[in-house]
């Protein structure tokens, strides 16, 4: 008998191309009332004033949520210089800047040290904690918010375009590849203080979420459409859970391995098992994704994330 999925629903990653104005939390709500189900979850922020790629998990997928938090984002960023912001962005109060305005050439050589791994300082307004609060509500209030460095790497960052029709209030576009956790806008700020004026993060498109792209992203209305079509429509709009976990090797399973997982228990592989990977990828004997299982010692596989439920037992007449 085959197992079943883990409750009823959709399952698998939609990746969203999120419009301006919308929050992310707002677009899993969105999503939530199209798919008809509670069990949304998303990759990774963006601000309201961004756009770009965000992938949400549906129903089983939120259980590999976790293993894409961590993964190298990329991003489109239009810095405006000749002004700073109190947030770092264009959505707070800007202070025309003292300094000289920069030439390309300036820019340009000012991005070397701004790649690799560096200490970043956060913006203020963000939602790290201080004591338990968080930063933005903090300055918000007009208190002092002073934020610890953290380490961050840049792993590309290139400039895609020059405005200098505005010569004191230039405008580049930049393509920065980073590590999660990396601040755009804090990136902007830096590279204005380097050059010995202001600047901002004027504008925010995210192009890659790990294994992610713009190419794999759907307009809200596609999902609109499907939703009003029938739940299939929208099942095929759906990444398969699997998707982005290349990184863990794949274990054939026995039908007898399978059921062993379905019930969480420890197993000890027949074949394909290579220790020392940080997770690995179950599969059940028709290919389909089973679990997510971590090494144990004695040569076994501990379930960490299980996609089946357990066969049920037939009770005698």
Same mark, same amino acid.
């Given at each position: 008998m085959a197992h079943k999925s883990l409750g009823a629903g959709l399952d698998g990653i939609l990746v969203i191309d999120k419009p301006i104005g919308p929050t992310s939390h707002d677009i899993v709500g969105l999503v939530r009332r199209l798919a008809a189900t509670k069990r949304v979850g998303h990759g990774g922020t963006l601000d309201p004033f961004a756009s770009g790629v965000l992938p949400l998990f549906l129903g089983r997928g939120t259980r590999v949520v976790e293993f894409h938090m961590g993964d190298r984002k990329r991003y489109r960023a239009t810095v405006c210089f000749g002004a700073s912001s109190t947030t770092d962005d264009l959505e707070g109060e800007l202070t025309p800047s003292s300094g000289a305005p920069p030439s390309r050439a300036d820019v340009e050589g000012a991005l070397p040290g701004l790649t690799g791994t560096i200490s970043q300082r956060p913006p203020a307004y963000s939602a790290i904690k201080v004591g338990g609060r968080r930063a933005y509500a903090m300055a918000r209030?007009?208190?002092?918010?002073?934020?610890?460095? #953290?380490?961050?790497?840049?792993?590309?960052?290139?400039?895609?375009?020059?405005?200098?029709?505005?010569?004191?209030?230039?405008?580049?576009?930049?393509?920065?590849?980073?590590?999660?956790?990396?601040?755009? #806008?804090?990136?902007?700020?830096?590279?204005?203080? %380097?050059?010995?004026?202001?600047?901002?993060?004027?504008?925010?498109? %995210?192009?890659?979420?790990?294994p992610f792209a713009e190419t794999d992203a759907l307009p809200l209305d596609a999902v609109r459409a499907a939703a009003a079509e029938d739940p299939a429509a929208v099942a095929r709009l759906l990444l398969p859970i699997a998707?982005?976990?290349?990184?863990?090797?794949?274990?054939?399973?026995?039908?007898?391995?399978?059921?062993?997982?379905?019930?969480?228990?420890?197993?000890?592989?027949?074949?394909g098992f290579e220790p020392g990977a940080e997770r690995y990828r179950l599969r059940a004997p028709d290919g389909a994704l089973a679990a997510i299982a971590i090494e144990a010692p004695g040569g076994r596989l501990a379930p960490d994330k299980v996609l089946v439920t357990p066969v049920p037992s037939v009770v005698p007449a």
């Amino acid at each position: 008998m085959a197992h079943k999925s883990l409750g009823a629903g959709l399952d698998g990653i939609l990746v969203i191309d999120k419009p301006i104005g919308p929050t992310s939390h707002d677009i899993v709500g969105l999503v939530r009332r199209l798919a008809a189900t509670k069990r949304v979850g998303h990759g990774g922020t963006l601000d309201p004033f961004a756009s770009g790629v965000l992938p949400l998990f549906l129903g089983r997928g939120t259980r590999v949520v976790e293993f894409h938090m961590g993964d190298r984002k990329r991003y489109r960023a239009t810095v405006c210089f000749g002004a700073s912001s109190t947030t770092d962005d264009l959505e707070g109060e800007l202070t025309p800047s003292s300094g000289a305005p920069p030439s390309r050439a300036d820019v340009e050589g000012a991005l070397p040290g701004l790649t690799g791994t560096i200490s970043q300082r956060p913006p203020a307004y963000s939602a790290i904690k201080v004591g338990g609060r968080r930063a933005y509500a903090m300055a918000r209030a007009g208190e002092t918010v002073t934020l610890a460095e #953290r380490q961050v790497t840049i792993h590309a960052l290139e400039l895609l375009s020059w405005d200098d029709a505005d010569a004191q209030r230039p405008i580049a576009v930049l393509d920065v590849a980073c590590s999660a956790g990396t601040y755009v #806008r804090a990136l902007a700020r830096d590279l204005g203080e %380097r050059l010995g004026t202001g600047a901002y993060l004027g504008a925010l498109r %995210r192009t890659e979420a790990g294994p992610f792209a713009e190419t794999d992203a759907l307009p809200l209305d596609a999902v609109r459409a499907a939703a009003a079509e029938d739940p299939a429509a929208v099942a095929r709009l759906l990444l398969p859970i699997a998707t982005g976990l290349e990184r863990f090797p794949d274990v054939q399973l026995s039908s007898d391995e399978i059921e062993a997982v379905a019930r969480g228990q420890f197993i000890r592989p027949q074949a394909g098992f290579e220790p020392g990977a940080e997770r690995y990828r179950l599969r059940a004997p028709d290919g389909a994704l089973a679990a997510i299982a971590i090494e144990a010692p004695g040569g076994r596989l501990a379930p960490d994330k299980v996609l089946v439920t357990p066969v049920p037992s037939v009770v005698p007449a």
